[in-house]
């Protein structure tokens, strides 16, 4: 899940351009939290083993039930800005529900408590981390193609749910989320809902508490 902005093929996220930005701001202010989740999940190492990826993918799958039925409430109360970002399309938890089948494996039965997310500032931070993941997920995808213990598994799609849409659908994202901003949205709470997704999800995969930015 690398973090955007570390080399993918030119997709802007923020990089060169001047620090206020939005995509600028959530890249370097979230850095910390995302590195803790990397380190944590481990998943381009070559030892990966089948059955530490299933359980990977639960934890991942419990965490995406919370964090999209909370952006789903958000939807509901602010239609015309989940529409605006593509929300319906955005959807994750019934991938790694197959991968996890795939895997033969079970869905997840736990799921984390995250925040509401009040308003479309917070919604846009929290979706920057889900959608910021599909980027990173690429890589993943092509290492997890390269190990024999995991052949005859069969392509999972929950890393990278958009194909060769990813860069398109990075675009629409992150156009929404600078426009947000131009409009008068507050791009304070984008960044501190963002770090707050990271952190829960590091803390949710096992990370210790003080490298996730998360208070003991």
Do not use: K
């Amino acid at each position: 899940m690398r973090h955007p902005g570390r080399g993918y093929g030119g997709i802007d996220d923020g990089t060169g351009v001047p620090g206020d930005d939005v995509l600028r701001r959530l890249r370097t202010e979230t850095a910390a939290e995302h590195q803790a989740v990397e380190d944590t999940l481990d998943l381009l190492s070559a030892d990966l083993t089948r059955a530490r990826l299933a359980g990977v993918l639960t934890r991942m799958h419990g965490f995406w039930q919370a964090a999209e039925a909370g952006l789903d409430d958000w939807a509901a109360a602010e239609p015309a800005d989940a529409a605006s970002v593509g929300w319906e399309r955005r959807r994750r938890s019934h991938l790694f529900s197959a991968d996890l089948v795939a895997l033969g494996a079970g869905p997840a039965d736990l799921v984390p408590g995250l925040p509401e997310v009040l308003g479309t500032d917070a919604a846009l931070g929290r979706l920057y981390v889900l959608e910021g993941s599909s980027l990173g997920g690429v890589f993943i995808d092509r290492h997890l193609a390269t190990l024999p213990q995991l052949a005859g598994t069969g392509r999972l799609r929950s890393f990278s749910p958009y194909g060769e849409q990813t860069g398109a659908m990075w675009h629409a994202f992150r156009t929404v989320t600078r426009a947000r901003v131009t409009a008068g949205g507050d791009a304070g709470r984008m960044v501190g809902a963002a770090r707050q997704t990271f952190g829960a999800l590091a803390s949710w995969c096992g990370a210790p508490s003080s490298a996730n930015g998360v208070p003991a």
